[in-house]
C-alpha cells in the first residue's frame, strides 16, 4: 500500500554556504486515492494545494515559495527550478508560504 510520495531537490543557499531541501509531498488520502482510481490524475495537483493544511502535502512550487520567502534561496534559483514559474511568482509576489507552525525548521543541508 502506497503511503507517502516526496521529491526532493537540494538547492544552493542564497548565502553560498551549503543547500537547502526543498520537497513536494504527496499524502494518498481518500481523495486522493479516489482521483487514481477514476484515473484523474490531471486534478491531483490542485487536490495537492487545497490538502495543504489539513493532510501536511505540498507542491514543490510551495515549497520552492516558502524557501524564498524564508531568504534560503533566490528568486533565480527559484523560478528556474520551477515547472510553472508564473504560479510560482504569483505565490511569491501573494507572500504565499505554507503554515508550517507544526513542523519543525529545515535543517541546511551542507556539501
Avoid: W
Amino acid at each position: 500500500m502506497l503511503e507517502g510520495v516526496l521529491c526532493q531537490t537540494l538547492l544552493p543557499r542564497v548565502d553560498g554556504r551549503g543547500r537547502v531541501m526543498v520537497m513536494e509531498i504527496l499524502i494518498p488520502n481518500p481523495a486522493i486515492r479516489n482521483l487514481i482510481r477514476e484515473d484523474k490524475i490531471h486534478q491531483i495537483y490542485s487536490a495537492m494545494q487545497t490538502g495543504t493544511a489539513q493532510t501536511g502535502m505540498q507542491t514543490f512550487n510551495q515549497g520552492l515559495a516558502t524557501a524564498y520567502l524564508g531568504k534560503l534561496i533566490t528568486l533565480e534559483t527559484a523560478l528556474g527550478r520551477s515547472s510553472n514559474p508564473e504560479e510560482l511568482q504569483d505565490m511569491i509576489n501573494r507572500g504565499v508560504t505554507l503554515n508550517t507552525s507544526s513542523r519543525p525548521p529545515a535543517a541546511p543541508v551542507r556539501r
